[in-house]
């Protein structure tokens, strides 16, 4: 049994935050016994790993992001999704087939993911099979949660990424059979969007994602050309969703889909009915590529699976609590011009970013009896949150802190960024 | 004769940028004689500052900063302008009348704003004349550029803030004639708003402005709400730039106005006609407190003199380069809703955050021969840039850059970031 003092603060449900000054959290095999303003008797013979005054809080959750594309963050911003597909991330994502350069690449990645205090992520790497497996094995020696997807494309790439239809499926399935039964890092399949992927290839994702039991994350509906090309290129298809629905990439097995920024009524039908769905809102991606809101709100209400994603490269932001910023501000512009809808709380995003993007990793992002206790510790001093509520000290930290102000990182009850004897 | 070398990227117009990798700069009484590819041979005896390949281009300039305000960043922004300024801002500013409590506040704002690059600034300091005097000569024994404004109000402020309509106006010429002559910090007239000055101030600081030849700043435009309580207050001024403009607070003297969200047609008209208006955008501000976006685009193409204003405590990034990030963002949903007018690029926030805004205290912001060599050094090579153009690594440093990447800082030609001998 671990027992953890400090500050605590998380988000049961969107509609607001439940705080602990000076709570106790009981930990036992990874997972939270339950929360305690006053410890209760049982636990009294246990050690207490006191955090004074700092805040407790679940990890980030990230449902989108490119690990191959970090370097790219913030740079050629002043193109949209397409082109900027085709002048920088497509050479930049070809350097992966040399397994050197993706392992500095990635460890930077990983690094940088972990400071910020993201401790679960769903991420894509390249096409490149062997790139992938280190991108999987740095994880998995990090200790933090993943899923981790190769990327497939058979089609409409450059020739230094477009695979053979039968050799992207063989080379996902030797991942998958590689690294399925790793207990934190685990495959998932990637097909990287309607308009790189064959009906044939669409075919042979959908069998695996049935034959492992396996998710599936893919982008949907981010940018109108985007939009207009898969009903070019998909004419059977009422709707972009109807494509990845049809292959069995949308349900049966649980599907990611990141962006949804331009859904027709049809395809939120098909969404709303499907349990197995989740979306994945990238605002910090959809301003920088001029790609447009997601109805975020209206999303929430009809009850749709909904996580954060930093989208790295098309976000610049790897620190999830800044896209948290992203969000709230995104929702308050919406709210300008659709005033019936209210914009999203503090508690809102917070609740995206943990729990409602944990969902897809199980019970993740609270710290409710039963939930993995993943965990950061943020030291808000140098912030100057003196005389703040929990909820107001949170707020100075997601607006305006930093990686240094986390001092510690738990996954499962483990801490994740020291080494054995370095810290509790 | 100062030599630095470096690779040089500055804005001398918001058309784009000029770069010189690996290039010279020559300053003389810390103005600029030159910028070279080649040092020219009339220079090679004086000895050469080498920065490598580090970046070197203007300090920031921000037009608009309530330093009073720093402790509330990124606190309570679920509510807009008039609730926010009762609930959170006022009860803040009272705080400043403690000398003590000013001190260690206005200590922390100027440091964490040099750290970030910021060199000259337009800057709110509250009512108090002692805590404002407290700020005059922090700012000079640091070495930046700023203007400093006492606060005036004498109506519709919390009894801790109104003041007495002729002594608002007799301690804030005591601090004008104490501060008058300093070469770098200096007094400027700062109404809070219209609706928190009675006509009578408000005929008073014009003539203080025009008596000692002083700017002024205030707020304009800001919030719905705010624009059509200023036309309930001055029913016989047609609009709210008027009020201000008929006391001599907008022209005859040069003028900053923050915002300027919400103006109608007879104000674009008044400000496109008057040169010696200047107007803030404040892009973070205007979003989280759900203002609205000011027509930038348009405000450019009438030839209005325009910078950028961080805007703390409503903004939350005091960083101006996360600022002009922020501009960008907004301009790209302004885009998405206007498609005629096209976003701004990063030159030309680049700009508004150096030359632009500098214009203000005169020839500042840019590289050019007898612009003041204010200037920072940044070292990204932490951020992963190499193989980028030095646009592209501008991109990422304005995108992904922190405090931590700016190695060297200098106004006028003099170093503000260490002590004599720590550093050249």
Not at 372 to 396: H, P, S
Request: charged content about 20%.
């Amino acid at each position: 049994m671990q027992i953890f003092k400090g500050d605590l603060i998380f988000t049961p449900t969107p509609q607001g935050f439940k705080t602990l000054k000076g709570g106790y959290i009981a930990v036992s095999k990874g997972q939270v016994e339950g929360v305690y303003q006053k410890l209760p008797a049982l636990f009294s013979n246990f050690k207490i790993k006191n955090f004074g005054r700092r805040l407790i809080m679940p990890g980030f959750v990230d449902l989108h992001v490119h690990a191959s594309q970090f370097y790219q963050a913030g740079v050629g911003l002043d193109q949209e999704l397409l082109p900027w597909l085709e002048h920088y991330i497509y050479p930049l994502e070809e350097r992966f087939a040399d397994p050197e350069f993706a392992r500095e690449a990635y460890a930077r990645f990983v690094e940088e993911l972990i400071s910020h205090g993201t401790l679960r992520a769903c991420i894509f790497a390249t096409v490149h099979r062997e790139s992938t497996a280190l991108l999987f094995d740095l994880l998995a020696s990090r200790g933090i949660g993943a899923y981790v997807g190769k990327v497939n494309m058979d089609c409409h790439a450059p020739p230094g990424l477009q695979e053979v239809t039968a050799v992207s499926l063989q080379e996902t399935e030797e991942l998958i059979k590689r690294y399925g039964g790793h207990p934190l890092v685990k495959p998932i399949i990637t097909p990287r969007f309607a308009p790189s992927t064959t009906p044939e290839l669409l075919a042979g994702l959908g069998s695996l994602a049935r034959k492992y039991h396996l998710p599936v994350q893919s982008h949907l509906a981010e940018n109108k050309a985007e939009v207009a090309w898969v009903q070019e290129l998909f004419p059977d298809q009422p709707t972009y969703a109807h494509v990845y629905h049809h292959y069995g990439l949308l349900g049966p097995t649980p599907a990611l889909m990141a962006h949804a920024v331009h859904l027709t009524e049809q395809e939120k039908t098909l969404l709303t009915k499907n349990s197995a769905a989740w979306l994945v809102h990238c605002p910090e991606a959809n301003i920088n590529l001029k790609s447009g809101m997601m109805p975020v709100r209206e999303l929430l209400e009809r009850g749709i699976n909904l996580g954060l994603g930093s989208d790295i490269g098309a976000g610049h932001s790897i620190a999830l609590y800044r896209v948290m910023v992203r969000a709230i501000q995104l929702s308050k512009i919406r709210n300008i011009l659709e005033p019936p809808r209210a914009p999203l709380t503090t508690a809102e995003v917070f609740y995206l970013g943990t729990k409602g993007g944990g969902s897809f990793f199980g019970k993740v992002g609270s710290f409710e009896p039963g939930y993995a206790f993943d965990a950061i510790v943020v030291e808000d001093e140098a912030l100057i949150t003196a005389g703040f509520t929990l909820e107001e000290r949170l707020q100075k930290f997601i607006y305006t802190g930093g990686a240094d102000n986390i001092v510690a990182r738990f996954v499962k009850g483990k801490r994740v960024d020291c080494g054995p004897g370095d810290c509790y």
